[in-house]
């Protein structure tokens, strides 16, 4: 009996506990909504950024992010409680606004790059206004500006405390410092417990910060932004960190690096004249893609056919997109982890394509038909070699010839013709590069695309006998169905240009080499729709109907392949005239051309395609690569078999160790210009033996 009433004593002072906590717990909230309420809209603002952006199951069910973002925020408001109650709204609403201000740009920016923002990319803001209505049309979007409910919620509890007198209470000094350490040491408790949840694979990616969809989903947005500053602003300050240990490994890494073995193809165009055509936003996909019997793009499949054509090349683009691939393409480098080199390291010494070129005597320019500070080609082009740019005050840009986001394709090639005539006339050699405009997102000009059709039409028969026609709408109207109109025109520009080339008798000694930029920034659930489209509903078909094609993650980031040509007039039905399969990335281009027309730079990332062949891995500045037998995705850790065969743990990390290697010693290139200070290093020595030989 007695031991009952015991258990029963101690069962009322376990519950006047719990009333007793949950009354102060009630208290905290009440003399507390402000600050809470920040709490709650910056940690909900940032978990909706996630949610909204990347659509993958650990993303959904990690806790992390929402720890560190919780842990940013209680520090940021601690300090809050050092104002008087009347000051402290607007010491929180300023900060509300400018977190939903990070996950709204973020958010846009996610919608255009699958990538988050960072603050080394506010020096390319003076270019949003060339591209406009690409962001409006073709990113903006309803979930873009749901972070606005985080201040509005905000302010709604501000004016709902002020009609209760809530701020008229009196705190004194001691007090409100008490409550700033007491909410300091909260927020350290919650980063601690953040801190012991990360991997040393976390901590790794975190500090390399290539691939930023990893680091969002692991450290959440805040964290990451935090981190960007540091790794943005790291760059300006270069010659006082890391500059000893980058050379170091950049003297350890080229040391080994030997020109490839000669093979067939060595100096089969040594002499000739090279026109390289930088065919924007153009897919591979686009080359077996059919409507109603009629080829979306039928001249660049014929000039596939007819020349040299490498199947399996991808793009190798960061934030910088177009300038990214032009400076891949012509140094075999990768972009760099923070900013872009066109602006942010525009006045490195490069070992380009053109610069090696115009050592073998040729003239070399570029021809397009956009501002020439976009992207800021006119300083990045010096140093890339180019001896002339003709941007868009060499041309005649009148109303009726605006196709998307400048000067159609079609205008812009018949206007550069005389050009090429010209230089044709006064050089003996030349390098040119012409870069496509009109197939650029957001591909909204359907009125000046043609009548190419993207819908579906079937013949059929009647009970009495009779056919008609009937069309179904399928892609009409749709974002995915503009593109392909637009990559039709462009594709019948292009068959122009082969027709003025070939009637200006510049073909005769010119090899053509052209290539695609990027993917097009299609959503996956576009191709979803296309593969997967119900006719007789017009819609698409649900994911648990039999005929339901999946089309992964895996399938979208191979699909972004991009075509790689090379075509002569004369190559059709000879040796030259093949179908490459083997992967190649856009760095391989650099050392294949240089084999093909003499030209040699030691500090190339890439390989020459004939040269390591099927050995080949493709990089991606996300850390994620690729071969002829696997896809590895880093953010996941997983990777994809593409034939079949078995792939041991030891190949995995071999060649993710390779990826890391490759990355670091691109950017280091770069941002700390290590080729111009071994230029440098080698013309000291050179002056030395010169002393001790008293010459």
Same mark, same amino acid.
């Given at each position: 009996?007695?031991?009952?009433?015991?258990?029963?004593?101690?069962?009322?002072?376990?519950?006047?506990?719990?009333?007793?906590?949950?009354?102060?717990?009630?208290?905290?909230?009440?003399?507390?909504?402000?600050?809470?309420?920040? +709490?709650?809209?910056?940690?909900?603002?940032?978990?909706?950024?996630?949610?909204?952006?990347? /659509?993958?199951?650990?993303?959904?069910?990690?806790?992390?992010?929402?720890?560190?973002?919780?842990? %940013?925020?209680?520090?940021?408001?601690?300090?809050?409680?050092?104002?008087?109650?009347?000051?402290?709204?607007?010491?929180?609403?300023?900060?509300? @606004?400018?977190?939903?201000?990070?996950?709204?740009?973020?958010?846009?920016?996610?919608?255009?790059?699958?990538?988050?923002?960072?603050?080394?990319?506010?020096?390319?803001?003076?270019?949003?206004?060339?591209?406009?209505?690409?962001?409006?049309?073709?990113?903006?979007?309803?979930?873009?500006? =749901?972070?606005?409910?985080?201040?509005?919620?905000?302010?709604?509890?501000?004016?709902?405390?002020?009609?209760?007198?809530?701020?008229?209470?009196?705190?004194?000094?001691?007090?409100?410092?008490? &409550?700033?350490?007491?909410?300091?040491?909260?927020?350290? %408790?919650?980063?601690?417990?953040?801190?012991?949840?990360?991997?040393?694979?976390?901590?790794?990616?975190?500090?390399?910060?290539?691939?930023?969809?990893?680091?969002?989903?692991?450290?959440?947005?805040?964290?990451?932004?935090?981190?960007?500053?540091?790794?943005?602003?790291?760059?300006?300050?270069?010659?006082?960190?890391?500059?000893?240990?980058?050379?170091?490994?950049?003297?350890?890494?080229?040391?080994?690096?030997?020109? #490839?073995?000669?093979?067939?193809?060595?100096?089969?165009?040594?002499?000739?004249?090279?026109? +390289?055509? /930088?065919?924007?936003?153009?897919?591979?996909?686009?080359? *077996?893609?059919?409507?109603?019997?009629?080829?979306? %793009?039928?001249?660049?499949?014929?000039?596939?056919?007819?020349?040299?054509?490498?199947?399996?090349?991808?793009?190798?683009?960061?934030?910088?997109?177009?300038?990214?691939?032009?400076?891949?393409?012509?140094?075999?480098?990768?972009?760099?982890?923070?900013?872009?080199?066109?602006?942010?390291?525009?006045?490195?010494?490069?070992?380009? @394509?053109?610069?090696?070129?115009?050592?073998?005597?040729?003239?070399?320019?570029?021809?397009?038909?956009?501002?020439?500070?976009?992207?800021?080609?006119?300083?990045?082009?010096?140093?890339?070699?180019y001896e002339k740019f003709y941007s868009k005050a060499d041309y005649e840009v009148k109303e009726e010839n605006i196709v998307g986001l400048g000067l159609?394709?079609?205008?812009?090639?018949?206007?550069?013709?005389?050009?090429?005539?010209?230089?044709?006339?006064?050089?003996?050699?030349?390098?040119?590069?012409?870069?496509?405009?009109?197939?650029?997102?957001?591909?909204?000009?359907?009125?000046?695309?043609?009548?190419?059709?993207?819908?579906?039409?079937?013949? =059929?028969?009647?009970?009495?006998?009779?056919?008609?026609?009937?069309?179904?709408?399928?892609?009409?109207?749709?974002?995915?169905?503009?593109?392909?109109?637009?990559?039709?025109?462009?594709?019948?520009?292009?068959?122009?240009?082969?027709?003025?080339?070939?009637?200006?008798?510049?073909?005769?000694?010119?090899?053509?080499?052209?290539? #695609? *930029?990027?993917?097009?920034? @299609?959503?996956?659930?576009?191709?979803?729709?296309?593969?997967?489209?119900? &006719?007789?509903?017009? &819609?698409?078909?649900?994911?648990?109907?039999?005929?339901?094609?999946?089309?992964?993650?895996?399938?979208?980031?191979?699909?972004?392949?991009?075509?790689?040509?090379?075509?002569?007039?004369?190559?059709?039905?000879?040796?030259?005239?093949?179908?490459?399969?083997?992967?190649?990335?856009?760095?391989?281009?650099?050392?294949?051309? #240089?084999?093909?027309?003499?030209?040699?730079?030691?500090?190339?990332? #890439? /390989? *020459?395609?004939?040269?390591?062949?099927?050995?080949? @891995?493709?990089?991606?500045?996300?850390?994620?690569?690729?071969?002829?037998?696997?896809?590895?995705?880093?953010?996941?850790?997983?990777?994809?078999?593409?034939?079949?065969?078995?792939?041991?743990?030891?190949?995995?990390?071999?060649?993710?160790?390779?990826?890391?290697?490759?990355?670091?010693?691109?950017?280091?290139?770069?941002?700390?210009?290590?080729?111009?200070?071994?230029?440098?290093?080698?013309?000291?020595?050179?002056?030395?033996?010169?002393?001790?030989?008293?010459?």
């Open positions: 009996m007695k031991k009952k009433i015991k258990n029963k004593k101690e069962q009322l002072v376990q519950l006047f506990k719990r009333i007793k906590q949950d009354h102060l717990i009630k208290k905290y909230m009440k003399n507390n909504v402000l600050f809470l309420t920040f +709490v709650f809209t910056c940690v909900l603002n940032s978990t909706l950024l996630r949610f909204l952006s990347m /659509h993958l199951i650990e993303n959904y069910l990690s806790i992390k992010p929402i720890l560190a973002d919780t842990a %940013v925020i209680v520090l940021i408001g601690a300090f809050g409680y050092l104002l008087k109650p009347k000051n402290r709204f607007s010491y929180y609403l300023t900060f509300d @606004i400018i977190l939903s201000l990070i996950c709204m740009i973020n958010s846009i920016y996610y919608t255009f790059y699958t990538s988050f923002a960072s603050v080394s990319m506010l020096s390319l803001t003076q270019y949003i206004a060339s591209v406009g209505d690409a962001v409006v049309e073709n990113v903006l979007q309803i979930k873009d500006i =749901v972070y606005i409910f985080g201040p509005i919620l905000l302010i709604a509890v501000h004016i709902k405390l002020k009609r209760k007198n809530y701020y008229h209470k009196v705190e004194l000094k001691s007090e409100r410092k008490r &409550k700033t350490l007491k909410t300091l040491i909260a927020g350290a %408790v919650i980063a601690v417990l953040f801190t012991i949840t990360l991997s040393p694979l976390d901590i790794s990616r975190f500090v390399k910060q290539w691939n930023r969809e990893y680091v969002v989903m692991k450290f959440g947005i805040y964290i990451y932004q935090l981190n960007d500053i540091v790794t943005s602003v790291q760059p300006k300050i270069n010659s006082l960190f890391g500059y000893d240990k980058a050379l170091k490994e950049f003297k350890e890494y080229y040391k080994d690096v030997k020109k #490839g073995e000669s093979n067939q193809y060595t100096n089969i165009f040594a002499g000739k004249n090279v026109l +390289v055509i /930088h065919a924007e936003s153009m897919q591979n996909n686009l080359l *077996d893609m059919k409507f109603n019997g009629k080829d979306v %793009v039928p001249n660049l499949k014929r000039i596939a056919n007819e020349g040299m054509y490498f199947s399996n090349f991808y793009p190798q683009v960061s934030v910088g997109t177009s300038s990214d691939s032009e400076l891949t393409f012509t140094t075999s480098l990768l972009p760099t982890q923070s900013g872009t080199a066109f602006v942010s390291y525009f006045d490195r010494t490069y070992n380009s @394509i053109p610069n090696l070129m115009a050592d073998k005597g040729y003239f070399t320019f570029s021809m397009h038909a956009n501002t020439a500070d976009f992207w800021n080609r006119r300083n990045m082009y010096e140093h890339l070699g159609s394709d079609k205008e812009f090639f018949k206007q550069s013709i005389p050009k090429l005539q010209d230089i044709n006339e006064k050089h003996n050699k030349w390098y040119g590069l012409m870069i496509m405009l009109s197939n650029h997102t957001p591909f909204s000009d359907v009125e000046h695309y043609g009548d190419y059709e993207v819908n579906m039409k079937e013949t =059929v028969t009647k009970e009495d006998g009779t056919t008609e026609e009937v069309v179904y709408p399928y892609l009409e109207g749709r974002k995915l169905g503009n593109y392909i109109k637009s990559a039709h025109y462009a594709d019948e520009a292009l068959g122009e240009l082969f027709e003025l080339l070939e009637q200006s008798n510049l073909l005769d000694n010119t090899v053509v080499v052209i290539y #695609g *930029d990027h993917d097009a920034r @299609i959503s996956r659930k576009e191709y979803d729709y296309m593969y997967n489209y119900d &006719k007789e509903k017009d &819609k698409k078909l649900d994911s648990d109907d039999p005929n339901y094609k999946e089309y992964d993650s895996y399938q979208y980031e191979l699909g972004r392949k991009v075509p790689f040509i090379i075509w002569t007039k004369d190559m059709k039905g000879t040796d030259l005239n093949m179908k490459v399969t083997n992967v190649m990335g856009m760095y391989d281009v650099m050392p294949t051309l #240089g084999n093909m027309f003499g030209f040699y730079n030691k500090y190339q990332l #890439g /390989h *020459d395609i004939f040269d390591i062949k099927s050995n080949n @891995i493709v990089v991606f500045p996300t850390g994620n690569w690729v071969t002829n037998k696997i896809y590895y995705n880093s953010q996941k850790g997983e990777y994809l078999s593409l034939d079949n065969s078995a792939i041991s743990e030891e190949e995995i990390n071999k060649n993710s160790e390779y990826a890391t290697k490759l990355l670091n010693i691109s950017n280091d290139v770069i941002v700390y210009d290590l080729i111009a200070k071994s230029q440098e290093e080698k013309d000291i020595l050179t002056y030395q033996e010169g002393v001790q030989d008293g010459s």
